[in-house]
């Protein structure tokens, strides 16, 4: 079974740096992309970055691009979502994501399989 357990997130005065990791057990995929999504009230669940797993190439929302940044660690199986220079509008529930059998860089939900729990990232003037 799949899991992608979430952590790191928190509040910030803007102009801050959060990081959060990713970790997903209990797969097999010889390919996969790792997205972040973010979904703040009332709005529709956003893009934010994502990594080839095997190639490490990333690709960022315009929003973001700059600011945050994606790594992982290939052996732990765990990702990275750097955030830096944190504005109030990157106020959201992030969550972690797998699309498998790919080794682009996909940026829609919809090719999303696996997701994480979530985790609050609350920033604060």
């Known amino acids: 079974q799949v899991q992608l357990v979430e952590s790191g997130g928190g509040s910030v005065q803007a102009g801050g740096s959060l990081r959060l990791s990713c970790g997903v057990s209990?797969?097999?995929?010889?390919?996969?992309?790792m997205g972040w999504f973010r979904q703040a009230p009332g709005k529709e669940r956003e893009f934010v970055g994502t990594?080839?797993?095997?190639?490490?190439?990333?690709l960022y929302a315009d929003s973001v691009k700059g600011r945050f940044s994606i790594s992982r660690d290939y052996y732990k199986n765990t990702a990275y979502l750097q955030m830096n220079s944190l504005k109030i509008e990157d106020t959201a529930v992030y969550y972690c994501?797998?699309?498998?059998?790919?080794?682009?860089?996909?940026?829609?939900?919809?090719?999303?399989?696996?997701w994480g729990q979530g985790t609050q990232v609350t920033v604060s003037s």
């Open positions: 990594i080839s797993w095997n190639l490490g190439d990333t």
């Open positions: 209990g797969h097999t995929f010889s390919s996969y992309a």
């Open positions: 994501s797998v699309a498998y059998n790919v080794d682009g860089t996909p940026q829609y939900p919809g090719e999303y399989t696996y």
